[in-house]
């Protein structure tokens, strides 16, 4: 069975309309039809509904084939209109083809009649395919440069010729405008004028930039400064992906952004953050020296006080051997000033230790772990490959003082027995780990907003330019890694250029 087929007939002899619809029945449709034969009737059948086929006689009484075929043209549809008569001449059926009948045919020979009108049929389904086809390609046109007009940036494509390297820029949205400061159009018709205005130190590395993009298809990610027609210079962020055509030629289709702005910021960020180090690094030089003053003043005023102390001490307690309540105090005396000088000494010595002058850091971390073992009672196993580590002061310093934090943490936080300390040269690095058996560190630890100590670790190897890793170990304790450069450079005054 052939399609449903709704026909519109405009006759003014029934017997004429049956006749037609007799011939479709036939070829196997199914009709539903409808006979007018004025101007009006015609008109409301149009509006009623959508038809597949009008078939008009061409004399009517007060009507016409013609007044049809102009009627349902000014209705707008692309409906096949045929003449169906018996006294239309060659001369009048060709003149009415032209004013956009698609057939004539004559009511003695309808042999052509369900042929002609089948063709017709797929002719206009093609043409309504067309349209919608133009239709949908002109709503998504519209879509897209609606979203392409609102995105901060130029969407674009551009293509690079494969035997020339010549850059076509096809298409270029409305942000051009923003961007560049010139129409879309003229960047499209003027491809070379993109390029020129990147800067020509940056121009290199973009065209290096495509050069290896062609090779390897994959995203593109370029960053550049343009100068724009106001003398203005911008930094872009070009980011888009590749495609091969078939003339071995590629295209990149993606968004060009403005990034001065965020440009900007990162360089003041930096500025902020070097000036920040700078103040770091000032703070914890005026730290050691205030240090060193405390340690010396510790050790040469008031451990000469103690000592005096003792000697006149042991004076008087010489004195006193008649009354043994008295030399028995005396005693008591003389140890509790042998515990201030031991005290004081050892303060002095974790304040600024001389051996770390004298004797350098691997001397230093031996003296200090054997303190740290018969204050704490934790034992420390200290291995040091590298005795003869020869780094600058600040270097050491700053090494000596995160070992003295990280011992600090063992004997706060690890309940640990033991502690294993490593002190090595590899290549131009000084690498220090110190590892405990305790109960080990967890990674909420590192969020705690007074965890200070691991923090200030952190900085002052920062400022050496090295690396600090602080992990719980597999089985049981953590485990501190440190790397610094053996000379580590001193930060510059920052710029704000």
């Known amino acids: 069975m052939s399609p449903p087929l709704s026909l519109l007939i405009v006759e003014d002899n029934e017997n004429d309309a049956l006749l037609l619809i007799d011939r479709f029945r036939r070829a196997g449709y199914e009709v539903s039809w409808h006979r007018v034969q004025t101007a009006e009737a015609l008109l409301g059948a149009l509006q009623e509904r959508r038809w597949d086929v009008v078939l008009s006689d061409y004399q009517l009484p007060g009507f016409s084939g013609d007044a049809a ?28 083809m032209r004013a956009g009948a698609q057939d004539y045919l004559s009511k003695d020979r309808l042999d052509r009649l369900i042929p002609a009108v089948e063709r017709e049929l797929r002719e206009a389904r093609i043409r309504r395919e067309r349209s919608t086809a133009i239709k949908e390609a002109h709503d998504r046109e519209s879509r897209l440069g609606a979203i392409t007009g609102n995105i901060p940036g130029m969407v674009f494509q551009l293509r690079r010729e494969e035997e020339s390297g010549n850059l076509n820029l096809e298409y270029a949205s409305e942000g051009a405008y923003m961007l560049f400061g010139v129409p879309p159009g003229e960047l499209v018709d003027d491809s070379m004028r993109l390029l020129f205005m990147i800067l020509p130190e940056d121009r290199i590395s973009f065209l290096e930039t495509l050069e290896h993009g062609s090779r390897r298809l994959g995203t593109l990610n370029w960053e550049g400064r343009i100068r724009v027609p106001e003398r203005d210079t911008k930094w872009i ?15 990149w289709s993606g968004v060009m952004w403005n990034i001065t702005h965020s440009k900007h910021t990162q360089a003041e960020l930096s ?18 020296e205030e240090r060193e003053r405390i340690a ?10 103690l000592v005096g102390i003792k000697i006149e001490l042991t004076l008087l307690a010489s004195k006193l051997d008649s009354d043994a309540s008295l030399a028995g105090r005396t005693k008591r ?6 515990d201030a000088i031991s005290t004081s000494s050892r303060v002095a010595r974790e304040l600024r230790p001389g051996i770390l002058k004298e004797f350098g850091l691997a001397a230093a971390i031996e003296s200090y772990a054997e303190d740290f073992s018969q204050r704490t009672g934790i034992i420390c196993e200290v291995l040091c490959a590298d005795y003869d580590i020869s780094s600058s002061e600040d270097t050491e310093v700053a090494i000596f003082r995160v070992f003295q934090e990280a011992l600090t943490n063992v004997a706060k936080h690890a309940h640990a027995e033991r502690v294993q300390i490593r002190l090595m040269q590899e290549g131009d690095e000084i690498v220090l780990q110190v590892a405990d058996n305790g109960v080990g560190i967890r990674n909420t630890d590192f969020s705690k907003p007074r965890s200070f100590g691991v923090r200030g670790m952190q900085e002052r190897v920062a400022s050496l330019g090295g690396r600090l890793d602080i992990h719980a170990r597999p089985k049981q304790g953590t485990e501190l890694v440190l790397r610094a450069p053996l000379h580590a450079a001193i930060p510059a005054p920052a710029s704000a250029d």
């Open 237 to 251: 962020n070009i980011r888009a992906s590749s495609q091969r055509l078939s003339d071995g030629s590629t295209r």
């Open 296 to 305: 010396r003043d510790i050790h040469d005023v008031l451990g000469g006080l």
């Open 333 to 338: 005396i003389a140890a509790m000033v042998d």
């Open 69 to 96: 075929l102009e009627l349902v043209k000014s209705h707008g549809q692309d409906i096949p209109f045929f003449l169906v008569s018996g006294i239309v001449d060659e001369e009048t059926a060709s003149a009415a």
């Open 271 to 288: 500025v902020s953050r070097s000036q920040l180090a700078e103040l770091s690094n000032h703070l914890q030089r005026i730290k050691e």
